[in-house]
């Protein structure tokens, strides 16, 4: 059987089961569809937390991301696993002694304020759909590579079964689906990273296989990291494990990028939410624990990855004829992940530094067919850039084409485009059930229609889901040119809103409804404006030279101290606000503050 | 009772903020800010600082989390407030 046979089996396989599993753990109330019942094991939820949160960009592009930045690459290593402690610590005990079902529920009742219930909402909900539309992306691109469908043919299919389990099984579906998704996706990860490992070093552990010595071929005996910058030097590019080498990777950029990712992660509605699912206090630490562990065993077989790659890449392709590339390179050149021009004709790749062309690859077609240029190289359309380098590489063939690279089965690349629909998925699934509850229960239920019955809340929730999805798929399958962009705002805001107002309603009691709503505001507009001037309107960054993604630590103080200034000058909360809070902080009696 | 609570809370913040101590000197200070004194040690194949950037960090994160869960069940039970 070849790949593409492969694939469809995994697929068919895996979607089957899904939807399975959310048959199984349909619900028909408020407390199942929104918060799995508060009876999942802390185990079940760290893993489905892990496939929450690790997005088609975790799976697909992170490694990719990191093989191209070297060391600074770090900031996403640290950023996105870091921002766990600070849920474990500082959130999700609380928020689960809290136990209601949304985000905004706590901002609004902590902070007696229904606008700044609202206003929590409205961030929610940005948040959230900024990262949705592009799961819903991801989950095409995955479709049209891997099983040759059209790309909005595999928008749909997506669409189809995100809706059928989260309408059907809400939180409860979504849960049990991302535990089997989780096992999918680690499993993808994982044999082709300990396959390229042990080709590349002989060492079956990646973590351990990038700090060894090279096994095979020119460079045998010498360590692989330092191959890697004897390579890059001779090259040009900035050596692998340099530091602070650039611009936009100085020391504070670095430290502000961290701190943004981590602040950010800690703000997710998405994973915040999912904290709310386990039965007490005690299961809430615990699986923040599981969740990081779980997320933990990619994050660190990612950077092993990367330096395989980028080892793998440049010493297949660098200097070496067009007409004995490797099969790979054939297969990923298909979809244009890869490309080269050869610019001074002599037929032989040269990889330098910079840009080979303008954009991404759009090939010359003539009757239907590509091209051919001399050496049988499909030509391009781009205009070329004056630099030395001829090749195009798409970062996300660092992970897509791994199992190729490292000479495995057929079989396995099947797996690989399993594990990165389960990772899109099961994101997606996660991101619409906080986009949706946030509607349905906190603008909905609680400010339009407090009356509504139970019955009627479901349906509510169903329906905005469904909406929900249909309009994903449409911004999937028309996306705004400037989602990747946005990326940038959904941390940033994440990190600028909702973490500091949630960890002042925890940690102060002295913290009040008009200080929350002000420095809320203060927070966005600072970080919301940076950005948007940043990224759209090509004023440099001009605060300190911090760059917009790592804007939001900056608005996270600034919220955090506006809140604290106008506190000072507000009337006290409320005796049974400060109650509340004093009670959030003791574990015992979770149980009970369930019902409501 | 009020008593103890305070005092259960002010142990609770003086865990955290140990546990948030480890947390940013392993990744702002061994991995950003040290990393590169840090780089003339090697582990193995590895720059030390630029372990701890991408991988070492990430695994005390994990024990930290442990840490605080043990210490937590353990006050908990200590000032009767656990489930």
């Known amino acids: 059987m070849g790949i593409l046979g492969w694939t469809y089996v995994f697929v068919g396989i895996t979607f089957a089961l899904y939807i399975f599993v959310a048959w199984k753990s349909r619900v028909s109330d408020t407390k199942g569809f929104y918060v799995a019942g508060m009876g999942v094991p802390p185990v079940a939820n760290g893993m489905a937390t892990a496939a929450d949160w690790m997005s088609a960009a975790s799976f697909i592009s992170m490694a990719g991301l990191i093989s191209f930045l070297g060391y600074p690459g770090a900031y996403y290593l640290m950023g996105w696993t870091g921002g766990y402690v600070l849920l474990a610590l500082l959130l999700a005990p609380y928020l689960r002694k ?115 010595t090279i096994g095979a071929g020119p460079d045998t005996g010498k360590y692989l990291l330092d191959t890697l910058n004897v390579i890059a030097k001779d090259l040009g590019f ?61 994050y660190t077989t990612a950077p092993a990855v990367a330096a395989f790659a980028r080892y793998n890449m440049i010493n297949t392709l660098e200097d070496k004829p067009y007409v004995e590339r490797p099969q790979w390179y054939t297969n990923w050149q298909k979809p244009g992940l890869v490309a080269w021009v050869d610019k001074n004709g002599d037929g032989i790749i040269q990889y330098r530094p910079g840009p080979a062309f303008v954009g991404r690859p759009n090939f010359q077609v003539k009757d239907g067919k590509r091209v051919l240029g001399k050496y049988g190289q499909p030509l391009l359309n781009n205009k070329v850039t004056k630099n030395a380098n001829e090749l195009y590489v798409d970062r996300d063939i660092m992970v897509l084409a791994s199992p190729e690279i490292g000479g495995l089965s057929a079989w396995v690349v099947g797996l690989v485009a399993a594990g990165g629909l389960a990772a899109a998925l099961s994101t997606a699934a996660g991101l619409l059930l906080a986009v949706s509850s946030s509607i349905s229960h906190d603008f909905y239920y609680r400010v339009i229609n407090p009356q509504a019955t139970e019955k009627q809340r479901v349906l509510v929730a169903r329906i905005f889901i469904g909406l929900a999805i249909v309009l994903a798929g449409y911004f999937g399958i028309y996306p705004p040119a400037f989602v990747a962009q946005v990326v940038a705002f959904a941390f940033g805001l994440a990190a600028s809103s909702i973490f500091p107002v949630i960890l002042l309603g925890i940690f102060s009691k002295k913290a009040t409804r008009e200080g929350a709503i002000t420095g809320m505001i203060c927070g966005i507009l600072f970080t919301g404006i940076y950005i948007i001037q940043t990224k759209f309107m090509g004023v440099g960054n001009w605060f300190l030279g911090i760059t917009p993604e790592g804007i939001g630590t900056i608005g996270m103080i600034i919220n955090l101290a506006v809140t604290l200034i106008v506190s000072s000058f507000t009337k006290a909360p409320p005796q049974e606000i400060q109650e509340l809070v004093e009670s959030v902080r003791i574990p015992r009696g979770s149980s009970e503050a369930t019902d409501h | 009772m009020e008593k103890s609570r305070e005092e259960y809370w002010r142990k609770n913040l003086r865990i955290m903020a140990w546990l948030l101590a480890v947390w940013a000197f392993v990744s702002y200070g061994l991995g950003i800010i040290l990393v590169n004194p840090l780089n003339h040690i090697h582990l193995g194949g590895f720059p030390l600082g630029f372990w701890f950037a991408q991988q070492g960090s990430i695994y005390v994160f994990v024990l930290l989390i442990l840490v605080y869960c043990k210490l937590m069940r353990k006050l908990d039970r200590e000032y009767d407030v656990d489930e």
């Open chain 1, 238 to 298: 900035v050596q692998y494990t340099a530091t602070f080498a650039t611009v936009n990777t100085n020391m504070l950029n670095v430290l502000c990028i961290t701190f943004a990712l981590m602040v950010g992660t800690a703000g997710l509605p998405h994973v915040i939410i999912r904290f709310y699912t386990v039965p007490g206090v005690r299961q809430a630490r615990a699986s923040a624990g599981w969740a990081l562990l779980f997320i933990a065993i990619l």
């Open chain 1, 98 to 212: 809290f136990g209601k079902y949304t985000v905004p529920d706590f901002v609004g009742d902590r902070y007696y304020s229904t606008a700044a219930r609202l206003v929590a909402a409205a961030c929610t909900i940005f948040v959230s759909y900024t990262y949705v539309c592009g799961q819903m992306r991801g989950v095409g691109v995955v479709f049209s590579r891997f099983l040759e469908v059209d790309i909005n043919t595999g928008v749909i299919i997506g669409m189809c079964i995100v809706f059928i389990y989260a309408a059907l099984g809400g939180m409860k579906g979504i849960t049990w689906t991302q535990v089997c998704q989780y096992c999918v996706l680690i499993t993808a990860y994982l044999i082709p990273a300990i396959a390229i490992s042990m080709k590349v070093t002989g060492v079956p552990i990646p973590q351990i296989g990038f700090g060894s």
